[in-house]
């Protein structure tokens, strides 16, 4: 796995990615996204600590899951947004430069990870019908088969898994 800023380091709230290039992102044919940020099945594809990020980890594994791996709508429609919700959090809460993200297929399994220099655990809270956050974990927990953290020497992978076909 690649180098990632160590723990503590803050992001600085004023960086912003461009709209128009936020935008672009969006519109960039899935053909070209893996070539363009890196493919998180070789390797872990660093993100900028930005609430931007979550819209390029989609993209990303979006483009893993329909170009590389051809599995269901439905997976990748539940892995695209459990994706979103982990960048989301580790974004929100971590206050690192920089979030990585890689993804593992075995016989059956899809894998997801999303690496922080933080080793402040997530915590899945009860969620109530009229809560408008903190449902991140409650999805991966209803939408993922298994989920989970691993510690690090500097940091922590979170990782959800989902059965898919071969």
Do not use: Y
């Amino acid at each position: 796995m690649g180098a990632m800023a160590g723990q503590g380091d803050v992001a600085s709230v004023t960086e912003r990615v461009p709209e128009d290039l936020a935008r672009m992102w969006d519109a960039e044919p899935l053909s070209t996204v893996l070539d363009r940020a890196g493919d998180p099945t070789v390797r872990e594809v660093p993100l900028v600590n930005l609430p931007e990020s979550a819209r390029r980890a989609r993209r990303l594994a979006q483009a893993v899951l329909q170009q590389r791996w051809a599995v269901s709508a439905q997976i990748t429609e539940h892995t695209v947004l459990l994706v979103s919700e982990l960048v989301g959090n580790a974004v929100r809460h971590t206050g690192a430069h920089t979030i990585g993200i890689r993804m593992l297929r075995r016989s059956g399994w899809i894998r997801v990870e999303i690496r922080d220099p933080s080793r402040g655990l997530p915590c899945l809270l009860p969620v109530g019908e009229l809560d408008v956050s903190g449902r991140g974990l409650f999805l991966v927990d209803t939408l993922a088969e298994r989920w989970g953290v691993d510690l690090l020497p500097r940091g922590k992978t979170t990782w959800f898994e989902m059965r898919a076909a071969d």
